[in-house]
Nanobody
């Protein structure tokens, strides 16, 4: 019923930028809060950031504050992760996830999200 497809990953030098996109299909996009998570080699899936259904509220993990920005275009059914000042430690597979607004208040927890994309690889060279 809901499908998410990430794109925009690739190889970039430290200090560079990438913009990841997550295309949504299914039920009304604006009703879903969207999260970004990452999974680095040998590590557990970790929270990156969150944006509310309207786009009015965002929240980020401390390590990306001031460098990453989440936005959404509800007319295009797309959420974005703008990644600036990239560091080698940002290397990971990045996933977008969706949960219906009102179903959870624990936006930093992967278990709160009902739908997931396939992920896109981001590699940052030093």
């Amino acid at each position: 019923q809901v499908q998410l497809v990430e794109s925009g990953g690739g190889l970039v030098q430290a200090g560079g930028s990438l913009r990841l996109s997550c295309a949504y299909s299914g039920r009304t996009f604006r009703r879903y809060a969207m999260g970004w998570f990452c999974r680095a080699p040998g590590k557990e899936r970790e929270f990156v950031g969150y944006i509310s259904g309207s786009g009015g509220s965002t929240y980020y993990t401390e390590s990306v504050k001031g460098r990453f920005t989440i936005s959404r275009d509800n007319d295009k059914n797309t959420v974005y992760l703008q990644m600036n000042s990239l560091k080698p430690e940002d290397t990971a597979v990045y996933y977008c996830a969706a949960v219906l607004m009102g179903d959870s208040n624990y936006w930093t927890r992967a278990s709160s999200y009902n739908y997931w994309g396939q992920g896109t690889q981001v590699t940052v060279s030093s």
